[in-house]
């Protein structure tokens, strides 16, 4: 799914209405019935009171047209103008007519905390205040009315976008939006929807057709996308009944240390569910034993060293290369990965201490493979491209340093971004149970196994990212979000492949008498 910018929605509204010769307040009709009918729906006319507030400019239309349809429609209905400037929209000002028509109740003006209505907890607020153009802080009188919103403890649907939030910079204030329980996002969500500082804004979301262009949403080029069942589908690479091991290429996990032999067991273990047709271990002499013991299908070859790697060296021409899972930083390890870097010709999914080398030696930048794969966690990402003002500063520095050195970066977090030649992958799959040790060696061994057997790298990168959530999600319905464990990922990385081709249940046809 295409996640649109402002810009891009402005220009996909004026399409549409040129298109197909609509006015603008016609499709702020569409948008405002969306809402009713979504509203309508799940409420079937229950008489819960209904607070809609209403902004003076295009959003505010939309809860005005939103208020319309429910008051025709018998519903229980309180509606307010947050009277904040003189400017008001002429769609606005269209419904602020229209609506005078169908109610002898009409629209409260509020301009001060002292005209905030009395809410209750069992109520619903509508916040149709601000959209996606709003490009200034809030009074402080507007944002007394959304902690008013917060302490009464109300359901709130925000409409489009919580009011206060902008669609391209963090706030400095996060009392200066409207904190959602759900918001109803026109042709798309928003990327604030899914970045750390932001997402807190609104607890679910769904997006409403409004009908815009077809064409326009078909060929518009977006800066990020929305990454889940749907779009990776496509990606999957079905097997021929003859196919044999040979055909999936031989996968090569480098890394380990004494005492973190485990971490290159559970990324092995990975490659070879994710569908590697071979896998190769290469850690120090101390994990020849455990490896062998633990892990019957896979082959290990070991450095000369006992307790770290100091010298790579192997007999295999490997399809893929995962690197620096639990290996350590000791110099001598350093000058063992530059060596390597210098003759390596396979693509390259690198981790953990294997980016942290890459941070303390920052030339080695240089010897890595186009669209080498860097699978950083916050902590790791900030030691390699340095600190960050907020969630957008971040994305343009790793966007810039994706560019620069020509790899693809994975943003590990609740949704994963994958960032790529300036365009964004943001993954909808995963939960909090993958706050546990050994999840991001699982993650870097399904990458690496997804590339072994022909899957492009950011394919491989954007793929193995759902799949590594998916499988959580499924695993966490057994375990829970305390129990799930790394090896539970690996276990539950085969139902994440079925699930890819279920179908959603369908309701049982009533039985014919």
């Avoid at 009011?163 to 706030?171: A, I, R």
């Avoid at 860097?374 to 957008?392: A, N, Q």
Wanted: glycine share 8%.
């Amino acid at each position: 799914m295409k996640l649109f910018s402002k810009e891009q929605i402005y220009e996909g509204d004026k399409l549409t209405s040129e298109r197909q010769k609509i006015s603008s307040t016609d499709l702020m009709e569409r948008a405002g019935m969306q809402i009713f009918n979504w509203m309508h729906m799940r409420m079937q006319g229950a008489q819960v009171p209904i607070h809609i507030f209403c902004g003076i400019g295009n959003n505010g239309g939309d809860g005005l047209v939103l208020a319309r349809h429910l008051i025709l429609d018998g519903y229980n209905v309180k509606t307010y103008i947050i009277n904040c400037s003189d400017k008001r929209s002429k769609d606005f000002l269209i419904n602020y007519d229209r609506i005078k028509n169908v109610t002898k109740d009409w629209p409260t003006l509020l301009s001060c905390t002292e005209d905030f209505p009395e809410i209750h907890p069992d109520d619903i607020i509508v916040d149709a205040v601000f959209g996606i153009g709003l490009n200034r802080p809030v009074d402080d009188w507007v944002k007394a009315l959304f902690m008013h919103f917060r302490k009464t403890k109300a359901f709130t649907l925000s409409v489009d976008i919580p009011s206060g939030l902008s669609t391209d910079k963090v706030l400095e204030d996060e009392d200066g939006a409207v904190w959602a329980g759900y918001t109803l996002s026109f042709a798309s969500p928003k990327l604030v929807f899914f970045l750390p500082e932001t997402a807190k804004y609104t607890v679910q979301w769904e997006v409403l057709d409004i009908g815009l262009d077809q064409e326009f949403l078909l060929t518009t080029n977006t800066e990020a996308e929305l990454i889940g069942k749907h779009e990776v589908l496509p990606l999957y690479k079905p097997r021929e009944k003859f196919s044999h091991k040979g055909q999936f290429g031989h996968s090569l996990i480098i890394g380990g240390s004494y005492g973190k032999i485990g971490a290159v067991a559970l990324a092995s273990k990975a490659a070879l569910s994710a569908g590697a047709g071979l896998i190769t271990t290469y850690t120090p002499k101390c994990g020849y034993i455990p490896l062998q013991a633990s892990f019957s299908e896979a082959m290990v070859i070991t450095d000369t060293d006992e307790e770290i790697i100091t010298d790579i060296k192997f007999d295999i021409e490997p399809t893929v290369v995962g690197f620096g899972i639990g290996v350590g930083t000791h110099s001598k390890t350093i000058t063992a990965f530059e060596a390597f870097l210098k003759k390596n010709k396979a693509p390259l999914v690198i981790d953990a201490d294997g980016i942290n080398m890459l941070s303390k030696k920052k030339a080695l930048l240089k010897l890595l493979p186009e669209q080498t794969i860097l699978t950083p966690h916050p902590k790791e990402l900030e030691r390699l491209i340095g600190t960050w003002k907020d969630d957008f500063d971040k994305l343009k520095k790793v966007k810039a340093f994706s560019k620069k050195y020509a790899c693809i970066v994975i943003i590990k977090g609740a949704n994963s971004i994958t960032v790529f030649d300036n365009k964004l992958y943001v993954n909808t799959t995963g939960n909090p149970g993958l706050s546990t040790a050994g999840s991001g060696d699982v993650l870097t061994g399904i990458i690496t196994g997804l590339i072994s057997q022909g899957y492009t790298t950011l394919e491989a990168a954007i793929f193995g990212t759902y799949l590594h959530g998916r499988s959580a999600d499924i695993a966490v319905e057994s375990f829970g979000y305390q129990s799930l464990i790394a090896s539970h990922v690996i276990d539950y990385l085969g139902e994440a492949f079925i699930d890819l081709f279920k179908q959603p249940e369908q309701p049982a046809e009533p039985e014919q008498d």
